[in-house]
């Protein structure tokens, strides 16, 4: 008697669940979120590349509330993850995912799961592979990290300048030159001493990569890593620094100059909204100052008005296209014309392509690439 | 004369050094009563997000806050350790596999990531206090010496008085050779009345809190800060760990590898700064193959010669089986 009540029991609550379920769908349906994911080679808050990214998926969330629904997974430091990643998501019934790192969707296996998950709209930054439902974008960094190589520049006195490198790809290859040729703008002569930690998101390399540096007799600092690390470095020992991906003024106040940033912020609600109303179309996007998407932060005390006015006046050149970074003549370390006088390298292939270090750099291209 | 790549990368030995000798000796005292704990790395990491979370939230003089910090610090690795010590002293289960599971446990992207991410912590909020250097009797500027000796953080003038404690209280002291006799032979030791294990659980602890504080010497001095992730400690854990075999299972020999494994750390960034070119992976991979080899070397030339792994590491002791 009581076995049979507990059953009875049982069998309800099962009922009541199941119709709270189906009520629970039914209702979902009406007006089903759409479903964006994130993948972030590092921490959501690095305080660098991530986080400008985490920036741009709360602008999604800002512009297109409940219509959305956004998540991320972080810390996807090596491609092997993403396969899994992406599996899971697709489980969970994501329609669109980012994937905010070179050869997320590219490298190796990657480079098929357009075609494994084919409703699913794939965005990869920095990368080059197009596909009818996979989309690439960037940001035209090199101009930015010129402007802030001329602040780096200025604040050079015997130099050289240290910058402190990730991996040896031809995007970090280019952010270099960029870097470079930017200081080379304000203080003539000017050299840049690379130093590679290996790692985009390293607290303690790039920690020790800034000692080494200024132990080796740099007088100002730079980065192309993911995190503000150095920056602690350079405000203890009293070295400018230059940042990167977002404003870290707070980590070093006195010795911060300016950092190179990305607002992806209204690229990433201009493509949710394309894909929710049926106009999404693949492509490769390379957004520049002029669009928004590249900038660079507010100065530090150390900037003068000089530099400036210096700096302005090269940015209202680059955004009415009379100036570009990589117009020649441009040599590289061994003093070999690269880019002869009057010529300029395009976007594709030439900048996705560049495995050679300018005039005035010290150091080799590390032969460490990022983990696929 | 201070700026010549030998005295930097000696500098660099010590302070890099420094958190590997405080978890190896944390290491030591647990393998020493026979409790193997693969842990290390995620006791450091918790311990780790612990301290920066106190300098953070209190306020007060420099020097109070660093040592509660470190308090702090030692006593959420104590605490990580407890679980490892009740799985595997009171419960009997594999030392291995629990020690593993607390690593991935508290580890970069377990508890402490959960912790740190709670309590809003990122690399961009600039640590309110760190374990800046100490001008020994104003030496610093001392040619060679200076650098390497007189011009460490109180974390590193800390530890050398922890390697020497350990080192006298294991070889010297009526509660260090008991200690000892729990790791070789557990049935003697309770048979002589030594209560094994109470002497396990405190020496697992005391180990865990020895990894907290090694976790903070990242935190709240080598990079000042803290970042969820694996990347804030970077295997220093693991280092630890094959250091204690290393060094033989002595205190003295765990300050030498310490630092002779510190100056590995810091040699790719400084031969690459002054144009050196070696492979960098060669140098992370170093301190794991000097310890297999030591260990070969060890094992197979004077193979009847102990290599001071107490006898009963790795073996959970059971009363009744005697």
Not at chain 1, 85 to 104: E, K, N, P, Q
Not at chain 1, 224 to 250: C, F, H, L, M, Q
Not at chain 2, 240 to 250: E, K, Q, S, Y
Request: aromatic share 10%; glycine share 12%.
């Amino acid at each position: 008697m009581r076995r049979k009540f507990v059953l009875g029991g049982f069998l309800l609550v099962l009922a009541v669940a199941a119709l709270a379920l189906a009520g629970g769908s039914a209702a979902r349906s009406e007006q089903e979120p759409f479903k964006v994911a994130f993948i972030y080679p590092g921490p959501h808050d690095d305080g660098g590349w991530s986080q400008a990214h985490d920036k741009g998926r709360l602008a999604i969330e800002n512009a297109l509330g409940s219509k959305v629904e956004t998540t991320y997974k972080e810390n996807i430091f090596s491609s092997a993850q993403v396969p899994q990643v992406v599996a899971s998501l697709a489980r969970d019934g994501y329609d669109m995912i980012f994937g905010c790192s070179f050869g997320f969707f590219e490298l190796g296996v990657n480079g098929q799961l357009y075609k494994k998950y084919p409703d699913i709209y794939f965005e990869q930054a920095t990368g080059t592979q197009v596909k009818k439902n996979q989309s690439e974008y960037f940001g035209a960094g090199e101009d930015t990290i010129y402007l802030s190589g001329m602040a780096a520049g200025a604040a050079s006195k015997k130099g050289p300048i240290g910058y402190i490198v990730p991996f040896g790809i031809p995007e970090v290859i280019r952010h270099a030159n960029a870097f470079l040729l930017g200081a080379q703008a304000t203080h003539p002569g000017a050299r840049v001493k690379l130093l590679w930690t290996n790692a985009w998101v390293s607290v303690p390399k790039e920690t020790a990569a800034a000692k080494s540096l200024i132990a080796a007799g740099v007088d100002v600092l730079g980065q192309n890593v993911d995190t503000p690390a150095a920056g602690a470095v350079a405000e203890d020992k009293g070295i400018p620094w230059v940042g990167y991906d977002s404003d870290a003024r707070k980590i070093a106040p006195k010795q911060w100059l300016t950092a190179a940033t990305y607002n992806w912020g209204p690229y990433y609600v201009k493509r949710v909204k394309a894909a929710m109303n049926g106009t999404w179309k693949p492509g490769f996007y390379y957004g520049t100052i002029k669009d928004g998407f590249t900038d660079i932060a507010p100065y530090g005390p150390k900037v003068s008005a000089k530099t400036k006015a210096a700096i302005a006046a090269k940015k209202k050149a680059i955004v009415a296209g009379k100036f570009n970074v990589f117009t020649g003549p441009l040599y590289d370390q061994a003093g070999k014309l690269r880019v002869p006088k009057g010529k300029t390298l395009k976007v594709l292939p030439d900048l996705y392509e560049m495995d050679w270090l300018a005039k005035g750099m010290i150091g080799k291209v590390s032969t460490v690439k990022p983990p696929s | 004369m201070n700026d010549t790549l030998l005295v930097i990368v000696l500098a660099d030995a010590v302070l890099y050094g420094t958190p590997l000798l405080f978890a190896s000796l944390g290491e030591l005292l647990a393998e020493r009563s026979g409790v193997l704990n693969l842990g290390v790395e995620g006791m450091m990491l918790f311990g780790a997000v612990v301290g920066f979370w106190v300098t953070q939230r209190v306020e007060g003089a420099s020097a109070s806050v660093l040592v509660l910090a470190i308090l702090a610090s030692g006593l959420s690795g104590a605490a990580m350790a407890a679980i490892h010590a009740f799985l595997t002293i009171t419960l009997r289960a594999n030392q291995i596999v629990s020690g593993l599971a607390l690593t991935i446990f508290a580890g970069g992207l377990g508890l402490s990531a959960y912790v740190g991410t709670e309590l809003g912590f990122s690399p961009d909020i600039p640590a309110k206090q760190h374990f800046g250097s100490v001008d020994v009797l104003g030496l610093a500027d001392l040619p060679v010496l200076g650098p390497i000796v007189f011009d460490q953080s109180a974390l590193v003038y800390a530890s050398w008085i922890a390697a020497l404690l350990v080192g006298l209280y294991l070889g010297r002291t009526r509660f260090g050779l008991n200690v000892r006799a729990v790791g070789e032979a557990p049935a003697s030791a309770d048979a002589m009345g030594i209560n094994v294990t109470l002497y396990r659980y405190v020496h697992v602890l005391i180990g865990g809190g020895f990894a907290g504080v090694a976790g903070a010497c990242y935190s709240l001095s080598i990079s000042p800060g803290w970042i969820a992730g694996d990347t804030l400690i970077g295997g220093a854990g693991w280092i630890a760990i094959a250091l204690v075999i290393f060094a033989f299972w002595r205190a003295e020999l765990c300050l030498v590898g310490a630092y002779l494994f510190g100056a590995l750390s810091a040699l790719p960034f400084a031969l690459q700064a002054r144009n050196v070119d070696v492979a960098p992976e060669f140098l992370y991979a170093l301190p794991y193959v000097m310890t297999i080899v030591v260990l070969v070397i060890v094992s197979t030339g004077l193979s009847k010669r102990h290599l001071g792994a107490p006898a009963a590491l790795g073996i959970p002791y059971v009363r009744e089986e005697r």
